[in-house]
Structures are given as structure tokens and as C-alpha cells.
């Protein structure tokens, strides 16, 4: 079973940047991934995918602020984010990124704090 460990997270200002960090402990080559982000009192939401070829896919709500991308000979994810706001305080997390694969068990996420 392929254990993920997010980091990265922290406390920036709106407006600021952060760059997250997903490590898988096997191979996901072949393998479809996402970030997904859960906030307080919030269901856990899907912010980008990445396929193994390097296409992406991402949420209307972060689109053109954050960039996904991995690197397959690593088995690392990661997730460049922009232009922070306050609604992308969260805990992130890496993952499995298409609903017909099923999801490793998750990580311990990392937090982000957008404040001023």
C-alpha cells in the first residue's frame, strides 16, 4: 500500500505563495493524482489533478493561481499555489485524483493559513 506525506503548509498572507509537497513511499507512474483541500465544517473538495503524462485539470475556484505538477521518477506531486486568498485556508491533501481509482489511505495533510 503506497503511504502519502504532504508538507509545506504554513501561514502566509493573502496575496502570497506557497508551494505544497506530496511524497509517495511506491510507484504512482502510472497513476492519476489530486490535491484536495478540506476547510473547517466543509467537505472535503478536489482542487487539481495531474496525469501521468502531465495533464491537468483544476477547480474553478483556482484556476490560473495554482499549478500541479509531479515527477514521476520521484514519486512526488506537487502543488504551486499563487495569489493566495483567505477561503484557501484548509488542510491539503494529496491523493488519487479520478473517481474510478480507488484512494489510498490518507495522509496527514498539511495546513495552510491564508491571514493577514
Known amino acids: 500500500q503506497v503511504q502519502l506525506v504532504e508538507s509545506g503548509g504554513g501561514l502566509v498572507q493573502p496575496g502570497g505563495s506557497l508551494r505544497l509537497s506530496c511524497a509517495a513511499s511506491g510507484s504512482i507512474y502510472s497513476i492519476r493524482m489530486g490535491w484536495y483541500r478540506q476547510a473547517p465544517g466543509m467537505e472535503l473538495g478536489l482542487v487539481a489533478t495531474?496525469?501521468?503524462?502531465?495533464?491537468?485539470t483544476y477547480s474553478d475556484s483556482v484556476q490560473g493561481r495554482f499549478t500541479i505538477s509531479r515527477d514521476n521518477a520521484k514519486n512526488t506531486v506537487d502543488l504551486q499555489m499563487n495569489s493566495l486568498k483567505p477561503e484557501d485556508s484548509a488542510v491539503y491533501y494529496c491523493n488519487t485524483g479520478s473517481p474510478l481509482l480507488p484512494r489510498y489511505s490518507w495522509g496527514q495533510g498539511t495546513q495552510v493559513t491564508v491571514s493577514s
Open positions: 495531474i496525469t501521468s503524462g502531465g495533464s491537468t
